[in-house]
């Protein structure tokens, strides 16, 4: 218990150090404070938000333009009002962008550390299955499963889990391979210590900065990808979201109305929460790896993440990256 | 290359492939005992006598009535023909058929778009690199950062909301007669052209910039190599390194790119397909899925990821064709 507690602690100092250094960044400053505001505008959405998005009954307000009262207009089916859906919407890019960022990193990890330091069958076998979800096309097996188990944002976010993991565990056993011979851990597996130890203590340490980074970058992928989910109408059916607010424009007429600021709204609601999560990931690849400035292989591992070959593009990077390791620990 | 490398990787993508088609014939059976509930789920008004019935003619329709084992030996002898089974809709057309219907017009598209991104991205990215540090280079970051956060099918949205109802300068919803009526004369292929415009103009606009950005990297990268100062202090003339010794190796990061673009053609782009109500690939799984068509939906699953074995099988190929650092046999 205790050694937990102090592990939580040592993670937290470490999250407080990447927010500092973010905000000391021009770049990350920019990206840090949309986050901050668009988790405000999650956490105190009632607060916020003038009218109550899930009214459907106000008849009389239906297809208003913008104005000072309704400061996007209401929907043309409905009523609603679109400024307070677009901030209720935030709740649901942000929560399962984070939740499936984070759980990805910790499979990711778990799985690219297994095969890169174990190698033998656990690396044939993870490495197969890599190689058969890569080819698995993602958006349909998404919704067969969704079709299958039900649409509540807790499967969804099951479902980009377990088959969004496979390009970070490349990329991490690719690092991890690397990270293998070097000294210190030739020292702990001379003095004895266990393979499980040995990973958690020396190896995931080695990993961390690109675990980071990649939550950041993969939370802004899967916020697409929930998007795109929602606007087929395959989301949770109960709750509003950027994507479903998208597809009922597009359905309850927008477009033939031009009602613009419809499809606008949520568009740029999707848009800010992309760019900056991307910009947080871009502005950690830079602070940890001085060398990749400017190249921005980054942009590849965003847009491949889930059915790629990433090796080749990581080759050159994690190479830079075991020299700053090493001089860390030495 | 040698064809011990070939073959190996040609049995490795079988093996691939009989994981794939294993994990298709079990993934309806998920979570129920007898397939027939999945394909025929009770209605409310139904009694437990009637829905016996009812589950018994669907496990005779379908081969359910042999044991799980015997079922998935069919499975794999129908494949073998090239048989998917039959789809619940209307007149139950065979899945093989409606994919084949189907698959030309998806192709339309995606081979437009890939082809419109590569011209154009490449050179975009050549010039860029070029052009490094200058307005154009900064240009192309600035675009790429914002596409990449841009959703494909919200700039779809955007592009027929202006291009389409405002300009009228396409049609923004596909005419579903387009293809029921379509017989190679010049006036059905210059409706064809006009419906497909707005989807290929907003599935290329990331995808030119994507490339673009790519080509860019790898060009910056193969610059700073050795052999590029080598060509250089040989004398050969600046033209002469751009296309002889810089082009061509930066090539290579490209086509593996290109691979991944190839094996998403087919299942790459379901939702420009609904927005604009194109009849592909897409629409059809998505019909699929709405209509709970079990087998129409695997069977698109299966043609989807097979095709995607043999794109990357033939890209792999190609890579080690083109690049002689690869040693071959020993790449893991």
């Known amino acids: 218990m205790k050694s937990f507690m102090n592990g939580l602690k040592e993670m937290l100092s470490g999250i407080w150090g990447f927010i500092r250094k973010l905000w000391r960044h021009p770049k990350g400053r920019i990206g840090l404070i949309i986050v901050i505001l668009l988790v405000v505008c999650a956490l105190f959405a009632p607060w916020i938000a003038p009218y109550d998005p899930y009214d459907v009954t106000q008849r009389a307000q239906k297809g208003l333009s913008p104005s000072f009262q309704h400061l996007l207009g209401t929907t043309i089916t409905t009523g609603q009002d679109i400024f307070s859906m677009l901030i209720y919407g935030t709740r649901v890019s942000l929560t399962i962008g984070v939740v499936t960022g984070v759980s990805l990193a910790f499979l990711g990890a778990l799985m690219g550390i297994c095969a890169g330091y174990i190698g033998g069958f656990a690396d044939t076998l993870i490495m197969r299955i890599v190689d058969v979800l890569l080819v698995i096309p993602t958006l349909p097996l998404t919704i067969v499963l969704t079709n299958l188990f039900g649409r509540s944002y807790l499967m969804i976010i099951l479902i980009f889990t377990l088959f969004g993991w496979t390009g970070l565990a490349r990329v991490i056993r690719s690092l991890v391979l690397v990270l293998k011979n070097a000294n210190y851990v030739k020292a702990a597996e001379l003095a004895g210590a266990s393979r499980w130890h040995i990973m958690m203590k020396h190896i995931l340490p080695g990993t961390s900065h690109l675990l980071i980074m990649s939550t950041a970058l993969t939370s802004a992928g899967i916020m697409v990808a929930e998007a795109g989910l929602s606007f087929l109408g395959l989301g949770d059916p109960t709750a509003i979201s950027w994507g479903k607010m998208l597809a009922e424009a597009q359905s309850g007429g927008a477009l033939l109305f031009g009602h613009w600021w419809w499809i606008i709204a949520p568009g740029i609601g999707i848009f800010l929460a992309v760019f900056s999560f991307m910009r947080i990931g871009l502005v950690m690849e830079e602070v940890f790896n001085p060398k990749m400035k400017q190249s921005s292989n980054i942009y590849k591992l965003f847009k491949n993440l889930n059915n790629t070959y990433i090796e080749e593009v990581f080759s050159s990077m994690s190479e830079a990256q075991i020299l700053g390791v090493g001089g860390e620990q030495s | 290359m040698q064809k011990g490398y070939v073959f190996k990787r040609i049995l490795y993508a079988i093996f691939i492939f009989f994981i794939v088609m294993t994990l298709n014939f ?56 090239f048989d998917l089974g039959t789809s619940f809709k209307s007149g139950s057309p065979k899945v093989s058929d409606l994919i084949a219907q189907r698959l030309p017009w998806t192709l339309v598209l995606s081979v437009t778009n890939l082809i419109i991104c590569l011209s154009i991205g490449i050179s975009l990215g050549s010039i860029a690199a070029w052009k490094r540090g200058r307005w154009q280079d900064t240009a192309l970051l600035n675009a790429s950062t914002i596409s990449t956060a841009l959703p494909g099918f919200f700039i779809a949205l955007i592009l027929s909301f202006y291009l389409g109802f405002e300009l009228e300068l396409f049609p923004a919803y596909t005419n579903p007669n387009m293809i029921s009526q379509f017989d190679w004369s010049f006036e059905a292929i210059k ?101 709970n068509d079990y087998p129409l939906m695997m069977g698109v699953m299966l043609f989807m990821s097979s095709f995607a074995i043999v794109a990357n099988l033939v890209t792999e190929l190609c890579y080690s064709l083109l690049d002689p650092r690869v040693t071959v046999g020993e790449r893991r």
């Open chain 2, 191 to 291: 409706v064809v052209i006009a419906n497909a415009a707005l989807p290929i103009i907003s599935m290329s606009i990331g995808g030119i910039i994507s490339y673009a950005q790519g080509t860019r990297n790898s060009v910056i990268a193969v610059t700073n190599e050795d052999f590029i100062l080598t060509a250089r202090s040989k004398g050969l003339s600046q033209r002469q390194v751009l296309y002889k010794h810089t082009l061509r190796n930066a090539m290579l990061p490209i086509v593996t790119s290109i691979g991944m673009s190839i094996s998403g053609l087919i299942g790459g782009a379901v939702i420009i397909e609904q927005i604009f109500n194109w009849n592909g690939m897409g629409t059809l799984f998505l019909e699929a899925n709405s209509t």
């Open chain 2, 26 to 81: 079990f993934i309806p059976r998920i979570g129920v005992t007898d397939p027939a509930e999945r394909y025929y789920p009770p209605q409310g008004n139904m009694s437990e006598i009637e829905y016996d019935i009812i589950k018994q003619v669907t496990r005779e329709q379908y081969g359910f009535d042999v044991s799980t084992f015997q079922q998935y030996l069919n499975y794999v002898e129908k494949l073998s023909r």
